[in-house]
């Protein structure tokens, strides 16, 4: 029997996505957990996977529409089967969508229907439109040219022409690859221009002259911006923040990793933030009620996974990568999905499992030398932990003065779900973890 897929939910708060590819074509064979298509959120462009094999027999709906979660989007039928157009038409029609029919049916029927006299001289007497025209309905290009949503962002951010981009995609689209390599062109080819504009800024800072002020932007709110407020507003006004800050000895914890990274290969490397997000989980597991979400006005649920929510900075946003399960994970495999995870969000590439199903979140600004700040609660989780730059300060030990490395971290947490005598135990269980590391390999 012939199988719908629809617009996946990729996240709690979204409401509508765009197909921005087929990665699938009608015909083409499929497997269960094959990618049929790229879908672009407020967050991300992710790839969606089939939850049926068999046959790409219909794709409901053209490249580059935009669409409500839920909505039907392609037919999926078992091999050797042949749906009629009936059976489409109510499957699609019974899950609130439009069945598109077949492009050689629809040429048929156009061919064989009869035009009006009247009509049939306007269309003579009107100049032929090139046939590039035709295969491009549906399609909305930038400026004339065919590109992705994200490609354009991206455009528009770096001051970019798009008809000077060659496009990779199909038909000659333009995608977010093909705008890196473009950029990563020009800096090699203008590199002595770009030496000399940095010479004159320079000469600048001494006398700065008014006259050369820019003149005021105004510019569109991307989708990821527009999402990340509407959160970030909710969760601000909604939840009833408190916050508790720690400092962390981390002397022990940096020699443990620089002596196993001398251990592992490059692509290997432990970072600080995986030992973080290692000694969370732990922590987690005795305190389920920081491990929580609020489900609606009168409950809260105690997840039984430890979903440690990542934050990772993107083109024009923050995007959360979800690590499952990281309590019962070894550093080495947090640190490779990590990295992994990364990588595909900041190529626009994630998975839906990449993204979903956090349970308690870490936002890491060490790398920017923060010292420390509070985080937002990232909806609809109990609390975030923010962390800062792990540096040498001097400190007293022992009625001595000394260089000592530590770590700031603060607790942003809700209060209708804990209060700040648990949120400081949390914080020193956690300390327990993080100067004493050795924990973390047991």
């Known amino acids: ?11 709690f708060d979204m409401a509508e996505g765009t197909l921005v590819r087929w990665v699938k074509a009608e ?24 939850t049926h094999g068999g046959v790409m027999f219909r794709h409901v709906v053209e490249e580059e529409t935009t669409l409500p979660v839920n909505a039907p989007i392609a037919v999926i039928a078992n091999d050797g089967e042949e749906p009629s157009e009936d059976e489409i038409e109510s499957l699609v029609s019974a899950a609130g969508g439009k069945p598109k029919k077949k492009k050689a049916e629809s040429a048929k029927e156009e061919k064989g229907s009869k035009e009006e006299p009247e009509a049939k001289a306007k269309k003579e007497s009107e100049p032929a439109e090139p046939a590039e025209k035709e295969e491009e309905s549906g399609v909305t290009p930038a400026g004339g040219v065919r590109s992705s949503p994200l490609a354009r962002r991206i455009a528009e951010d770096k001051d970019v022409n798009l008809k000077k981009v060659e496009g990779s ?8 690859q093909d705008i890196e390599e473009y950029l990563e062109t020009m800096r090699e080819e203008g590199r002595e221009e ?31 911006r527009q999402a990340i407020g509407r959160r970030m507003q909710d969760s601000n006004q909604n939840f009833p923040h408190f916050y ?25 490397k432990l970072s600080v933030n995986d030992f973080i997000i290692k000694a969370v989980a732990l922590a987690l597991r005795q305190y389920p009620n920081l491990n929580a979400s609020i489900e609606d006005e009168k409950h809260i649920r105690r997840h039984g996974h430890v979903n440690i929510g990542v934050a990772v900075a993107v083109e024009g946003g923050l995007m959360t ?8 994970k070894p550093l080495r495999l947090i640190a490779r999905e990590v990295r992994e995870m990364a990588g595909r969000a900041r190529d626009g590439k994630v998975k839906n499992e990449d993204i979903q199903g956090s349970t308690f979140s870490i936002s890491n600004l060490g790398m920017f030398e923060i010292d420390d700040f509070a985080a937002i609660i990232n909806p609809p989780e109990a609390a975030i932990l923010a962390v800062g730059v792990v540096q040498k300060v001097p400190v007293v030990e022992g009625g ?9 971290a603060t607790i942003s947490a809700d209060h209708r779900v804990t209060d ?16 004493e590391p050795m924990r973390l390999l047991l």
């Open 1 to 11: 029997m012939a199988e719908l897929v629809t617009m996946p939910k990729l996240g």
């Open 27 to 50: 015909g083409e064979s499929v497997n269960k957990g094959d990618v049929i298509a790229e879908i672009e959120t407020d967050k991300a462009t992710v790839e969606v996977e089939s």
């Open 169 to 176: 995609g199909p038909r000659g689209r333009i995608v977010k």
């Open 194 to 224: 770009e030496a000399e504009a940095v010479g004159k800024a320079l000469q600048t800072v001494a006398g700065f002259a008014p006259s050369e002020v820019p003149e005021d932007e105004v510019l569109e709110m991307s989708r990821l």
């Open 244 to 268: 508790l800050t720690r400092s962390y000895r981390t002397g022990a914890l940096m020699s443990l990793r620089k002596e196993l990274n001398q251990l592992l290969p490059e692509s290997d």
């Open 321 to 328: 990568v979800v690590v499952s399960d990281a309590d019962q």
């Open 400 to 408: 001595e003065l000394k260089v000592g490395s530590r770590m700031k």
């Open 420 to 435: 700040g005598a648990e949120a400081a135990e949390f914080m020193q269980v956690l300390a327990n973890y993080l100067e």
